[in-house]
């Protein structure tokens, strides 16, 4: 059976989802090592603490360098 155009999407986008699922349950940051948090702007997005400028940044993180790593579960 050939799978449609829309079906193909649907299933890279979920295994992108379960990738991102992996990354976000050990908590640290792919790319530089950095806990990761939460955005409860949107749903199932997460961001490295050294994401966002080091005024906008979570309490204790300030002095992270800074990393660009950002990623949707859902």
């Not at 992108?16 to 050990?26: G, P, Q």
């Not at 050294?50 to 005024?55: L, V």
Request: with cysteine; hydrophobic share 25%; aromatic share 10%.
């Amino acid at each position: 059976m050939k799978r449609t155009k829309k079906e193909q999407e649907r299933q890279a986008r979920e295994k992108r989802y379960a990738e991102a699922r992996v990354i976000v349950a050990k908590g640290k940051c792919p790319k530089c090592g950095h806990p990761l948090y939460r955005n409860n702007s949107m749903s199932g997005w997460w961001q490295c603490e050294g994401y966002p400028s080091a005024s906008h940044r979570h309490p204790g993180y300030e002095n992270l360098r800074e990393c660009d790593f950002q990623v949707f579960t859902e």
